[in-house]
């Protein structure tokens, strides 16, 4: 899959987004290590801090499925028009999980711009339990 049909997967996703609290809406679509596709939309809920961010939900997709590593993700959002919608950082810690230094995070916007970052430049300085055995 490349990236063109990833962030169509994630714009698909994205229209199941449930977000009529704030009217913002949110696909992602990963590519694990096998090459298996997971997406996830953003779930908002009355009681906010209940919500969930589409990346959130597309990391659950791919370890409920079976997958470990995040090859790339695609992370599509806006209002009415796409924009280029950073991962928050929670998700920047979340997809840091489930990532190696190849793991590559694509955005884009309206205008059909595709902007590609790496981990480190997304959360550099990252906390990693030293401990962590995966
Ligand atoms: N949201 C995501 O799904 N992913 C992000 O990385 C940023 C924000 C969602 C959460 C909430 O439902 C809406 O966008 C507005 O914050």
């Known amino acids: 899959m490349n990236d063109e049909q990833l962030i169509e997967a994630a714009k698909e996703a994205r229209e199941h987004a449930h977000a009529p609290y704030s009217n913002y809406f949110v696909g992602a679509a990963i590519v694990d290590e096998n090459g298996d596709v997971h997406t996830g939309c953003n779930v908002e809920n009355a009681a906010y801090p209940q919500g969930n961010c589409a990346e959130a939900n597309a990391i659950g997709a791919m ?3 079976g997958g470990k590593k995040i090859s ?3 992370a599509v ?3 009415e028009k796409l924009e280029f919608c ?3 950082g929670g998700c920047r810690q979340s997809i840091l999980e489930f990532s190696d230094e ?3 995070v694509i955005l884009i916007d309206e205008e059909g711009t595709i902007q590609k970052y790496s981990l480190d430049e997304l959360l550099p300085l990252a906390f990693r339990l030293r401990q962590a055995r995966l």
Do not use: E
Request: aromatic residues 0%; hydrophobic residues 35%; contains cysteine.
């Open 77 to 79: 959002g806006g209002g």
């Open 86 to 88: 950073t991962p928050c």
């Open 72 to 74: 790339v993700i695609a």
């Open 63 to 65: 370890v409920t499925a």
């Open 102 to 104: 190849n793991t590559r």
